[in-house]
T-cell receptor, first 114, second 111 residues
């Protein structure tokens, strides 16, 4: 299957700092990428849909100024958690649509804010 | 909005047993995807289904696209310890950009 690379896999930061997470589709072009948040033992919660070259569409309740998404190319989307606080600690996962009807996921980023 | 239900929520089985789980929706989907997630990892695509009634296998896994297009089933035969994880279904309709995910079925395999 197609490969989606997500980095970093784990990050620990101090409260008030910003963290950037990268999501790359390695062997296909992804016009649409998705960002999710997952709490322990829960399902995936869609945060935003990212379309190449346009502004991301955020789900209700997700602060766009807090979670900045950039999809500058067909193979790269980034999520920046700005001014991170302990309540932002979570597992963040990206996925990319292959142009058809399949969705491939990155390996996730565990964010811990101290 | 669209929602998916997965059953059972969790299951404990003996190694070697077969497993069945399902995913149901109140609305019609045109694509069903099944994923497995290991702890601390992203979900991995197991099987994709595109047509009502379609039956697709991937090794010991078999999934079916329900005739009503409102449900899908996943079976695992002769379970092994590495089958442990959370299994998610996802549905997609022509009218939505996003895929809708179920809450997952947590599988534990006892040796």
């Amino acid at each position: 299957g197609a490969v989606v690379s997500q980095h970093p896999s784990r990050v620990i930061c101090k409260s008030g700092t910003s963290v950037k997470i990268e999501c790359r589709s390695l062997d296909f072009q992804a016009t649409t990428m998705f960002w999710y948040r997952q709490f322990p033992k829960q399902s995936l919660m869609l945060m935003a849909t990212s379309n190449e070259g346009s502004k991301a569409t955020y789900e209700q309740g997700v602060e766009k100024d807090k979670f900045l998404i950039n999809h500058a190319s067909l193979t790269l989307s980034t999520l920046t958690v700005t001014s991170a606080h302990p309540e932002d600690s979570s597992f963040y996962i990206c996925s990319a649509r292959d142009g058809g009807e399949k969705l491939f996921f990155g390996s996730g980023t565990q964010l811990s804010v101290l | 909005g669209q929602q998916l239900n997965q059953s059972p929520q969790s299951m404990f089985i003996q190694e070697g047993e077969d497993v069945s789980m399902n995913c149901t929706s109140s609305s019609i989907f045109n694509t069903w995807l099944w994923y497995k997630q290991d702890p601390g990892e992203g979900p991995v695509l197991l099987i994709a289904l595109y047509k009502a009634g379609e039956l697709t296998s991937n090794g010991r896994l078999t999934a079916q696209f329900g005739i009503t297009r409102k449900d899908s089933f996943l079976n695992i035969s002769a379970s092994i310890p590495s089958d442990v994880g959370i299994y998610f279904c996802a549905g997609h309709s022509y009218y939505g950009q996003n895929f809708v995910f179920g809450p997952g079925t947590r599988l534990s395999v006892l040796p």
